[in-house]
């Protein structure tokens, strides 16, 4: 009886040991050195989330039908709220894009000199409106009066 406790303690020494130097080699393989480097993450903030700055446009569209001239109390709204928004943050005059050679261009001159009056009493000078014609594609359609200006406006890229 002796015998066999010897035989099994010198077999569990020898696994304890086997197994130690194992986990010694495995242990000496994964190595790392305390600093990471990454080469396509740059280190300085403004590189890893730039930020442009450019202008981009603001645009309402005020429609129009045929035979009715001026606007409606919603659409005065809208001329309005626009006429506020270009005193806080416009970089440039509105562009009023009015239909020309159309059915409803009477009616679109019409709106557009109540805009004009909607404009000036929201704070935009006369000099801050720039009138352009334009020929819609389709004159069967009914075009609409574009109103818009840049402002400044900031892109991640």
Known sequence: MKQTIAVDRYRALHL????????VALGACTYTSGEVVTASVP???????????????????????????????????????????????????????????TPNAWAAATAFREIQAVLAAGGVPSRGIVLHHYHPDDPRTLPTIRLSYPKISAVAG
Do not use: C, K
């Open 43 to 101: 280190d300085d903030y403004r590189l890893r989330h730039p930020i442009a700055v450019q202008e981009a446009d603001r645009s309402i569209v005020v429609f129009v039908g045929h035979a009715r001239g001026g606007l409606s109390a919603s659409q005065r709204a809208d001329v309005a709220g626009l006429a506020q928004t270009w005193v806080r943050e416009a970089t440039g005059a509105i562009v009023a894009d009015v239909p020309v050679d």
């Open 16 to 23: 304890l040991g086997a197994l130690a130097g194992l986990s």
